[in-house]
């Protein structure tokens, strides 16, 4: 086959961006002819893909949405694929991967009643619509249940729904391995041996809670904040949470490492890692958490915050929120005397569970759809 991956822009350290190449990377390897258009890339290419950077025109995001599907209606035909698949939402697709919550459904419950009649509202709910509304053909991958019934009753939306199991990568390591990485990531930054570790993994600071994350920490008791580092690993611009360590009086132990290939490395040295987000659609760093025996802090409106309660490797904050509640879950994820359960019973969960074949399900998903395309 012949298939035509469309992405808006790619860097490395995105979660939906790195999905995307690994998908196409199992079609590739089932002999299947894969060309990536986006358009941006950063970072290097990947020597078996085709890779066609389209450029980004435009003063605002919607303006080069615009451009960029312009440019699309007359070169995806010219390409003559005979499947294309997108990683954002946009019309022609025949199967789109989805990393993000229901758009309608979120203005609903988070905007007042004026914010449809902007043109921002009328774009992006234009786009949602070529997918989701009544009669599309396009098959939708998605990672977790909780927006299917949101789509359905936002949209009508048919049974064109496949839920794929997460893609943490398969990690084994021996005791004697976590305690080298341990001892060596606290000598690296000039830390104690008996130093905590908590980690925040993420590129998007705001919306997955790294305000939550520090005024936890400020919060911890002067003996143990006194002992206590936080590693930020993500690609997002820290100003304003730079400004807010220094008010909190915590700019000493928090660390901003910017995005990182070696982040499972930091998350098999530390000793919890933290995720207190408002919105995460899926969150596989939490996946990743249970498969380096990492105890995790997690609120329930994460999409994989389930494996955390169902493996019993960490502490799911409820909703809604509450700072207070946030704060004493860490004091108690750092002294608690359940700290070997929580690590132990991610690894256990890790080795039973089903947490490693999402792209090989999506590659099967993309075949079914193209054969039944053409067959059409």
């Known amino acids: 086959m012949k298939l035509g991956f469309i992405l808006f822009d790619y860097f490395p350290f995105g979660g939906l961006q790195r999905d995307c190449v690994k998908i196409a990377r199992a079609c590739a390897k089932r ?25 980004r025109r435009g003063f605002s995001n919607m303006s080069r949405n615009r451009n960029f599907l312009r440019l699309l209606e007359t070169r995806i035909p010219a390409l003559g694929f005979d499947g294309v698949v997108g990683f954002n ?34 774009h992006y709910a234009a786009l949602e619509r070529t997918v989701f509304a009544p009669g599309v053909r396009t098959q939708i991958m ?27 990568p398969r990690r084994t390591f021996l005791s004697e ?49 006194s002992n206590t580092q936080l590693a930020v690993l993500g690609q997002s611009r820290p100003g304003r949470f730079e400004r807010l360590a220094r008010e909190l009086d915590i700019s000493s132990q928090v660390h901003f490492l910017g995005g990182r290939h070696d982040a499972p490395d930091w998350m098999l040295a530390a000793d919890a890692l933290v995720h207190p987000a408002y919105s995460e659609t899926a969150g596989m760093v939490l996946v990743e958490a249970l498969t ?39 004091l108690e994820l750092l002294t608690s005397q359940r700290i070997p359960e929580w690590r132990a019973n991610g690894l256990a969960y890790a080795a039973k569970e089903d947490l490693y074949s999402c792209h090989e399900r999506a590659a099967d998903i993309i075949e079914e759809a193209v054969r039944r395309k053409k067959s059409l």
């Open 177 to 225: 391995e976590q305690t080298q990485m341990r001892r060596r990531v606290r000598l690296e930054n000039g830390w104690l041996e008996s130093t905590r570790l908590l980690v925040f993994v993420g590129s998007d600071f705001k919306r997955k809670g790294l305000d939550r994350a520090f005024r936890a920490l400020a919060a911890l008791p002067v003996e143990i904040r």
């Open 31 to 55: 002999g299947h002819s894969v060309t990536l258009l986006t358009r941006t890339w950063q970072g290097e290419r990947p020597p078996d893909l085709n890779v066609e950077v389209c450029g």
């Open 292 to 330: 380096a025996g990492l105890p995790v802090l997690v609120t329930d409106v994460c999409g994989y915050a389930f494996h955390i309660a169902k493996s019993g490797a960490g502490i799911v904050l409820p909703s809604p929120f509450d700072q207070s509640a946030c704060n004493r879950a860490l």
């Open 142 to 168: 998605l990672l977790t249940p909780q927006e299917i019934p949101i789509y359905k009753q936002t949209y009508g939306t048919e049974d064109r729904f496949h839920l794929l199991p997460p893609n943490a």
């Open 89 to 122: 939402k946009m019309p022609g697709l025949d199967v789109y991967f989805g990393a993000d919550p229901c758009y309608i459904a979120r203005i609903r419950r988070t905007r007042p009643p004026w914010y449809p009649w902007l043109p921002r509202y009328r």
